[in-house]
């Protein structure tokens, strides 16, 4: 079956712009979540997804960044006003929750973002 | 609270020879281990994964790791080294008591020298 998607691939936008990423979590799978990897950080997790509710958003970096899963499937991630801090590479995971030892997190191919 | 230290940020070996690649962790309770491969331009793929089974663990491409609880490591080893293995490697914890996000390491570049 297909795998986690994102869109889109690649985005540039300028300084001060919102932007929406899209994930599609694999089919049927319950977890989602939001990562982001950066030349200076790493790679961050930013915020957990159980069904369309939102128990773990503890990494969001700051209120520019919110967001939300409809349907217990996709989610967008917005940033509003971006800052050139904010370009990296945004990955999704989505994962079928059985037991927290068994879960596994599959990852999307990314969007690499660049703010200008 | 959670950690990961991988101890080389560059390794580079020759086609054919074995890899080692260095993890340890750092986790208040019983921590479920992976180990993720990012090859150029492409997501995160899963090599392998440790969840209290059986401590050393075998995953794709030839990879495996050993979980020792003793010296808080679970390295990643390779007996024979292939081009297509260049690419950086993350090893990654969580702790199943606490928040389901995954921890990771900085990252392992991998170079194979032919």
């Known amino acids: 079956g297909a795998g986690v998607s994102q869109s889109p691939s690649n985005k540039v936008t300028e300084k001060g712009k919102d932007v929406e990423l899209r994930c599609d979590p694999i089919?049927?799978?319950?977890?989602l979540y939001w990562y982001r990897q950066s030349l200076g950080q790493g790679l961050e997790f930013l915020i957990y997804f159980q069904g369309n509710s939102a128990p773990d958003k503890s990494g969001l970096p700051s209120d520019r960044f919110s967001a939300e899963r409809t349907g217990g499937s996709v989610s967008t991630l917005t940033i509003q006003r971006t800052q050139q801090e904010d370009s990296a590479v945004y990955l999704c995971?989505?994962?079928?929750?059985?037991?927290?030892?068994?879960?596994?997190?599959?990852f999307g191919p990314g969007t690499r973002l660049l703010v200008l | 609270a959670q950690s990961v230290t991988q101890l080389d940020s560059h390794v580079s070996v020759s086609e054919g020879t074995p890899v080692l690649l260095r993890c340890n962790y750092s986790s208040s309770y019983s921590p479920s281990l992976f180990w993720y491969v990012q090859h150029p331009n492409k997501g995160l793929q899963l090599l392998l994964k440790?969840?209290?089974?059986?401590?050393l663990v075998k995953g794709i491409n030839g990879f495996e790791a050993e979980f020792k609880k003793s010296e808080t490591s679970f390295h990643l080893t390779k007996p024979s080294a292939h081009m297509s293995d260049a690419a950086e490697y993350f090893c990654?914890?969580?702790?199943?008591?606490?928040?389901?996000?995954?921890?990771f390491g900085s990252g392992t570049r991998l170079q194979v020298q032919p």
């Open positions: 995971a989505s994962s079928l929750v059985w037991s927290r030892e068994l879960e596994t997190q599959y």
């Open positions: 990654v914890v969580r702790d199943n008591t606490g928040r389901r996000a995954l921890t």
């Open positions: 089919s049927g799978h319950t977890a």
């Open positions: 440790y969840t209290s089974a059986a401590t």
